[in-house]
């Protein structure tokens, strides 16, 4: 859903006279929502940016996009670049299966987790403030 | 190439978990388009993004609570542009998390890189704030109610080009 709502808030950057480019792993799903310019980097979700730890392959990507804001003369490039998340492809058979669920308890719990903790921090914060 | 049909996985997976319903994805034809007005090196570049993280301070606090898909109001949130990415951590639930653990920030939300390319002269400015909002199934709520408000911010702080990261 990620991809569909950022080509959204692209479109309406490029109408109000903003250019963008959008960094993408889902190349499809920014295609369909008419993305005006696409970096598409064929990584697992979460990665748009780069690859983790490897300030390198970031910088590359970054870049890719920099140079389609300098060169594109019409709306809707799609730029696929080259880079390869890992030999075997196993990983894109596997998302969304039995397998490889897309949502978990786990995850859900983690964040419940990161809540709570906020909720305590800002407690804190609001009893110091009144001096306690 | 061979990538992931994403559009077709979704179907097929809510299908197998008994939904009879698809989720209709946004399909435009017609596409805005604004070309750089100046060199980059001249521009003023913001980070517009919907990775979901909380701010941290220095102790390693959350200053906020992770923002929550799925509320009717406004769903805008700012970072600093000058905030540490060792001070954002990831509260990601959209990500292949088999593949990737979102420990490394600036994979998602390039915030160093952009630092970088500041200093290099690439970028003529950054944006007072860069931008956050939650993935949301209303293309509608985007289109009508959260982009705009990103655009007026944006305009307020006189960004020439955004580059967006979705999560």
């Given at each position: 859903m990620c991809h569909q709502t950022v080509s959204l808030v692209a479109r309406v950057l490029e109408a109000g006279g903003i250019s963008t480019v959008t960094y993408t792993n889902a190349r499809d799903i920014a295609a369909s929502a008419g993305n005006p310019r696409q970096i598409f980097l064929?990584?697992?979700?979460?990665n748009p940016a780069g690859r983790p730890h490897d300030a390198h392959n970031q910088r590359e990507v970054l870049r890719a996009g920099l140079k389609l804001l300098e060169e594109a003369?019409?709306?809707g490039i799609i730029i696929d670049l080259?880079?390869?998340?890992?030999?075997?492809k196993e990983w894109m058979e596997k998302f969304?299966?039995?397998?490889?669920?897309?949502?978990s308890d786990e995850a859900e719990s983690k964040r419940q987790e990161l809540l709570q903790k906020a909720r305590e921090q800002k407690g804190r914060q609001s009893r110091s403030r009144r001096g306690l | 190439m061979e990538y992931v049909r994403y559009i077709e996985k979704t179907h097929e997976y809510y299908r197998s978990l008994g939904y009879e319903k698809t989720y209709h994805y946004a399909r435009n034809v017609d596409i805005p388009f604004t070309p750089l007005k100046k060199p980059l090196s001249e521009s003023r570049v913001t980070l517009v993004s919907t990775a979901s993280f909380v701010l941290m301070d220095e102790q390693g606090y959350p200053l906020e609570e992770p923002k929550m898909i799925?509320?009717?109001?406004?769903?805008v949130f700012t970072a600093p542009s000058?905030?540490?990415?060792?001070?954002i951590l990831s509260t990601s639930e959209d990500h292949d998390r088999y593949q990737t653990d979102?420990?490394?920030v600036n994979a998602f939300f390039p915030t160093t890189r952009m630092q970088e390319f500041l200093k290099e002269g690439t970028f003529g400015s950054l944006s007072e704030s860069y931008y956050r909002t939650l993935p949301n199934y209303s293309q509608r709520k985007t289109t009508e109610t959260d982009a705009p408000e990103i655009l007026r911010q944006c305009r307020e702080d006189h960004v020439d080009v955004a580059l967006l990261t979705p999560v």
């Amino acid at each position: 859903m990620c991809h569909q709502t950022v080509s959204l808030v692209a479109r309406v950057l490029e109408a109000g006279g903003i250019s963008t480019v959008t960094y993408t792993n889902a190349r499809d799903i920014a295609a369909s929502a008419g993305n005006p310019r696409q970096i598409f980097l064929n990584y697992p979700l979460g990665n748009p940016a780069g690859r983790p730890h490897d300030a390198h392959n970031q910088r590359e990507v970054l870049r890719a996009g920099l140079k389609l804001l300098e060169e594109a003369d019409r709306p809707g490039i799609i730029i696929d670049l080259p880079y390869v998340w890992s030999e075997s492809k196993e990983w894109m058979e596997k998302f969304m299966t039995d397998e490889q669920p897309f949502t978990s308890d786990e995850a859900e719990s983690k964040r419940q987790e990161l809540l709570q903790k906020a909720r305590e921090q800002k407690g804190r914060q609001s009893r110091s403030r009144r001096g306690l | 190439m061979e990538y992931v049909r994403y559009i077709e996985k979704t179907h097929e997976y809510y299908r197998s978990l008994g939904y009879e319903k698809t989720y209709h994805y946004a399909r435009n034809v017609d596409i805005p388009f604004t070309p750089l007005k100046k060199p980059l090196s001249e521009s003023r570049v913001t980070l517009v993004s919907t990775a979901s993280f909380v701010l941290m301070d220095e102790q390693g606090y959350p200053l906020e609570e992770p923002k929550m898909i799925g509320t009717n109001e406004l769903e805008v949130f700012t970072a600093p542009s000058d905030w540490p990415a060792d001070r954002i951590l990831s509260t990601s639930e959209d990500h292949d998390r088999y593949q990737t653990d979102m420990t490394d920030v600036n994979a998602f939300f390039p915030t160093t890189r952009m630092q970088e390319f500041l200093k290099e002269g690439t970028f003529g400015s950054l944006s007072e704030s860069y931008y956050r909002t939650l993935p949301n199934y209303s293309q509608r709520k985007t289109t009508e109610t959260d982009a705009p408000e990103i655009l007026r911010q944006c305009r307020e702080d006189h960004v020439d080009v955004a580059l967006l990261t979705p999560v």
